[in-house]
């Protein structure tokens, strides 16, 4: 493996880092019990990757097994317990527990445990994932119950295939 190609071509170095501070308000709440800081996004990193930390209020909840065509997703627990699949078993995610999942691998996440839970996702690359995280806060939000046609319009838009 070598280093990919070079991206930036000037002579020197530039200011150009940007900081999201830990005690900043939610970019996004999806329903009650979700909230969602974009930190770094895919339009914020050149594509490169996106960032976002995931804080699960104490209902259950989370996705479905699911696998993407374009993207890798990596899971970082922070806080709590997150129950993370790896596509062949389930696995009580505490504080420092990652699970990375490459193009095509099954994969969930599920907040069961009745108390609050926060990790990292990362996606590379960085894949638009914010309009999937709006448009599930735009259903929750408006409580329209969606047709199983509908959510699989939804997922298949959002580069998200349900097992």
Not at 26 to 34: Q, S
Not at 82 to 92: D, Y
Not at 103 to 115: D, I, K, Q
Request: charged letters at 20%.
């Amino acid at each position: 493996m070598s280093y990919p190609e070079p991206r930036y071509f000037a002579e020197h170095g530039e200011n150009s880092g940007t900081f999201a501070l830990a005690d900043r308000s939610p970019d996004l709440t999806i329903g009650t019990n979700t909230q969602v800081h974009y930190l770094a996004t895919g339009g914020t990193t050149n594509g490169a990757y996106g960032l976002y930390r995931w804080e699960m209020g104490p209902k259950p909840g989370g996705p479905s097994a699911h696998f993407h065509r374009t993207m890798t997703e990596s899971f970082y627990v922070l806080s709590g317990t997150i129950r993370l699949f790896n596509g062949e078993k389930w696995a009580e995610g505490k504080p420092g527990d990652f699970l990375f999942v490459p193009e095509g691998g099954v994969h969930a996440f599920r907040n069961e445990s009745g108390e609050p839970a926060t990790m990292l996702i990362l996606f590379t690359p960085g894949a638009p994932r914010e309009s999937y995280f709006e448009e599930l806060a735009a259903i929750a939000e408006s409580g329209r119950q969606l047709t199983p046609e509908e959510w699989t319009d939804v997922y298949l838009r959002h580069d998200q295939y349900m097992v």
